[in-house]
């Protein structure tokens, strides 16, 4: 079937512009992860929705940062006026509400260039 | 809190040779850890987890991993490198609602 779509594969924007950055989970899975693989740094917790529960946040790294997530499906991460330390690989990964984060599907990743 | 290290940021064995990569954790719970691989251009895909059985965990391509709580290390082993596990391998441990990763080692296969 199919696995976790992220759109764009790469986003180039010049500092200061807005982007969002869109996952499509494997179709069922109530739980979404948003991380940022940056060069050297592994990847970093974002943000986490599950199901209709208020999402964790604690990831998210400034309020320039925000996401969604409509009808409990596609997510849309958002961030504003851009800054150069914020390029990097935005990873989406979703799970089915039992297997939780013993078991994430990650996508392709979206490459965010800030120039 | 959890964290994870992984010693060595690169790593190159001949094809054939034992693969070894390090990885410490640190964890204020009971752990569970994990090991994932990155190809080139694709996302994370589960190599192997360990959730309090076994201590050694069997994952996909013939890699494994032994837990050993006296020195807080998940560390993942081939016994014999294939050209095909040229890749990003990362260690991670559970979090409340996520994983904490570490910073990946990348492992090169020499012909």
């Known amino acids: 079937g199919a696995g976790v779509s992220q759109s764009p594969s790469n986003k180039v924007t010049e500092k200061g512009k807005d982007v969002e950055l869109r996952c499509d989970p494997i179709s069922g899975h109530t739980a979404l992860y948003w991380y940022r693989q940056s060069l050297g740094q592994g990847l970093e917790f974002l943000i986490y929705f599950q199901g209709n529960s208020a999402p964790d946040k604690s990831g998210l790294p400034s309020d320039r940062f925000s996401a969604e997530r409509t009808g409990g499906s596609v997510s849309t991460l958002t961030i504003q006026r851009t800054q150069q330390e914020d390029s990097a690989v935005y990873l989406c990964a979703s799970s089915t509400l039992l297997a939780g984060v013993y078991e994430q599907y990650f996508g392709p990743g979206t490459r965010l260039t800030v120039t | 809190a959890q964290s994870v290290t992984q010693l060595g940021s690169h790593v190159s064995v001949s094809e054939g040779a034992l693969v070894l990569l390090r990885c410490n954790y640190s964890?204020?719970?009971?752990?569970?850890l994990f090991w994932y691989v990155q190809y080139p251009n694709q996302g994370l895909q589960l190599l192997l987890k360990?959730?309090?059985?076994?201590?050694l965990v069997k994952g996909i391509n013939g890699f494994e991993a032994e837990f050993k709580k006296s020195e807080t290390s998940f560390h993942l082993t081939k016994p014999s490198a294939h050209m095909s596990d040229a890749a990003e391998y990362f260690c991670a441990v559970r979090g409340a609602n996520n994983l904490f990763f570490g910073t990946g080692t990348r492992l090169t296969v020499i012909p």
């Open positions: 360990y959730t309090s059985a076994a201590t």
């Open positions: 964890s204020s719970v009971p752990p569970y």
